[in-house]
């Protein structure tokens, strides 16, 4: 799961937006500005961004475009946001499967 | 105050941003309202506001010229933003419109809708397709092509239709290993006879042979007739089992291959998005060769309803191309409409499209006919497999649903939750109606009889209490 660096006519060359700070669980990672909380996960390497209501199995990012709701995180304390159509943001806190109170 | 349009587009892919130039054109005063920071869609999807790039894509060329086409027009846009409900307001002239987005309206009113929303990928449920490492093409092509991710190392590509050539192509753009591409039709040699058809689209064999010589280049096995069978891993997809499928697309005992994998991308053609269409009453009908429960429509790609227009593949399978004229067809209709455009000149222009909208429609039909998705492909599914995946109901408790007396999707639901989570059913409803006709294949059932999900407000989940303070504003 790296950023793509090699370029093609179908993938032409890009220049990433600037390099921010985000936290994953406390821990800090880098994003470029641009890229969407599920880029940045996959990015460092963290699939599993909820566990299943019921059986509490792995979920991670699947439809990609905002419509199947499986890959749900905290965001900035607000549980239950979309990874893969979020931005990141500077210092933005970002928590994966957690349970939600009640 | 909120605000009254003439037109509320919603929507701002190929076909919904060509229906709001139109109208806007001819002085309709039009909104359009998208979900995502920028317009494209999915189609011309662009790169982060942030990203530069040297050069553009052609089709990112193409919906950049749209694009500012579509800025140079007073049309007012409201980006970032979900459309929860559409509401027919009680003086029966406008429709009360439902936002959800940071810094935009709660409401907006408007005397007709243009409805865009597009379609995504036909989700297939198999053993493991829950698992972290399991995507759809979409969501492939966004991180690869605006993202600029690689999303796995070694990928196995399952599905049916073009795109999982377009995927194949990029992944390996990118440098992901594809260790198989396969597509569950068998698509030769009943292909060839769509050749005369073809011809008459340059740009999409252009397009084709471009990813086909990824495969022919060897890199690729391109496997017709074959299918995913398992996804198999702990917290995330470690290996990958491929089956043979049958025309019906059951899998043929014996054929099984297992390839070590971190990456399963899934596209079974597509499915209209109709959420909205059904929440209001748009009348549906059952047509898999066109992506399954689409809406009625007439020649101007109205609805049942007056004054609510469906376009683009969010109404029928068609590509972007056909999108694109079906939009300008709906915003010319809704300029007549709304009496800022002479209907005999809204006539000539619908001739002049009709030649090539025809030629799309004909290529819509050879799409259908070779990548409709089986039915079949339902018993990829055990027992155990989850086709929900929002409640987490499975194939098991569908066929148990169906013992008790179920006959109608909508029964189904009412007794084992399933299509009541977050995604509101858009990811099983292919499944589930898939899943009854085969547990009761002994009886008279058909896909029609089963039925479709119905859809309330909200559309989508917003929180409680942004619905209060939005239910003030309207009072």
Redesign the interface.
Known sequence: MKRIDKTSSLIPQVERGTLIKIFVDGIEIEAYKGETVATALLSAGITTFRLSHKHKKPRGLYCGMGICYECLVTINGIHAQRACITPVEEGMQIETCKELEL | MIETYELAVIGAGPAGMEAAISASENGVKTVIVD???QVGG?YFMQ???????????QTEFKGKKLESQLNSLPVTKIQNTLTWAVFKEDNDQNWLVGLYGKDTPKYIRAQNLILANGA??T?IAFPGW???????C???L????S???????RALVTGTGPLILSVN??LI???VEVVSVCESNQILPKGFRYAPTMLKHWPRIKEGANYLRTIFRGKTPYKMGWSIKEAIGQ??VEKAVITKVDKSGKPISGTQKTFEVDLVVTGYSLTP?TGLARMIGCALDYQPQKGGWIPVRDHNMESSLPGVFIVGDGAAIGGAENAQLEGKIAGTAVAVKTGHLNANIAENFIQQVKPNLRSQQQFGILYGDLFTPQSGLISLATDQTILC????VTFGEIKQAVLMGARTIGEVKMITRTGM???QG??CEHSVNNAVVEALSSELVTHQSIGHYSVRPPLH?IPESYLAEAHIEVD
Request: charged letters at 20%; proline letters at 11%.
């Open positions: 979900n995502y920071p999915q790169l982060p506001k942030t990203f530069q790039a040297d050069k553009n894509t995504y990928d989700p829950t698992l972290p490492g399991v995507i759809t979409g969501a492939a966004i991180l690869l092509k993202q600029r991710i690689k999303p796995g190392t192509a990029h753009a990118a440098g917290d995330h998005n995946r929002c409640e987490e989570g977050n995604c858009r990811m989940p």
